[in-house]
């Protein structure tokens, strides 16, 4: 189930983006970034659609994706 970023408190979401960072471990190029210009780079890929938060009913857990890696049927719901 995707969840419309815009529809949580601004500290809900930033514990959500927060823990996926964390949880991530993703590699940043060359220069490594800081906790809260991860964070701005995250919350830009929400805002700008180009991310989505997926939310896994079964497991009762999320995942940050790239929109072009939502599956077909999470995304006509």
């Known amino acids: 189930m995707i969840i ?3 529809e ?3 500290d809900a ?3 959500l983006i927060e823990a996926f960072i964390m949880r991530e471990g993703t590699d940043y190029g060359f220069v490594e970034a800081t ?3 991860k964070i701005a780079q995250v919350r830009v890929q929400l805002d ?3 991310a ?4 896994d009913t079964v497991d009762q857990s ?3 994706v790239f929109k072009d890696q939502v599956p077909r049927e999470e995304r006509s719901s």
């Open 4 to 6: 419309p970023h815009q």
């Open 8 to 10: 949580l408190s601004a």
């Open 13 to 15: 979401l930033l514990g």
């Open 35 to 37: 906790l809260p210009e």
């Open 48 to 50: 700008t659609g180009d």
């Open 52 to 55: 989505v938060i997926l939310y």
């Open 62 to 64: 999320f995942n940050i």
